[in-house]
Nanobody, 124 residues
Framework: QVQLVESGGGLVVAGGSLRLACAASGMVFSNYNMGWFRQAPGEEREFVAAVSWRSGRTYYSDSVKGRFTISRDNAKNTVYLQMNSLKPEDTAVYSC?????????????????WGQGTQVTVSS
């Protein structure tokens, strides 16, 4: 069965960096659009970034644009999220997700498979 396993979360001081990874198995990774979402306590899940399987085009939320970079390595079945200039408001559980097709990459409902999430905490 399909599995997505995130890693790389942790505690970092504001202004620091973290690199999240999401390793996929049980799927033809190169045929899937991949996304990162986050959810802070008491908040709705929100879109962070996505990368298309077909074009390799990347998309970002306005809140992370210019600070975060999504990338994929199809040979390793892994998608990454490089997070720089982290802010306390970036604190959340970050989850990766996969879908063959989306109309709107920002909508979590359009993703079929999800990882369990990894905690990112940014202290001020």
């Amino acid at each position: 069965q399909v599995q997505l396993v995130e890693s790389g979360g942790g505690l970092v001081v504001a202004g620091g960096s973290l690199r999240l990874a999401c390793a996929a198995s049980g799927m033809v990774f190169s045929n899937y659009n991949m996304g990162w979402f986050r959810q802070a306590p008491g908040e709705e899940r929100e879109f962070v970034a996505a990368v298309s399987w077909r074009s390799g085009r990347t998309y970002y939320s306005d809140s992370v644009k210019g600070r975060f970079t999504i990338s994929r390595d199809n040979a390793k079945n892994t998608v990454y999220l490089q997070m720089n200039s982290l802010k306390p408001e970036d604190t959340a559980v970050y989850s990766c997700a996969a879908t063959n097709y989306y109309n709107d990459y920002r909508r979590s409902a359009e993703y079929r498979y999800w990882g369990q999430g990894t905690q990112v905490t940014v202290s001020s």
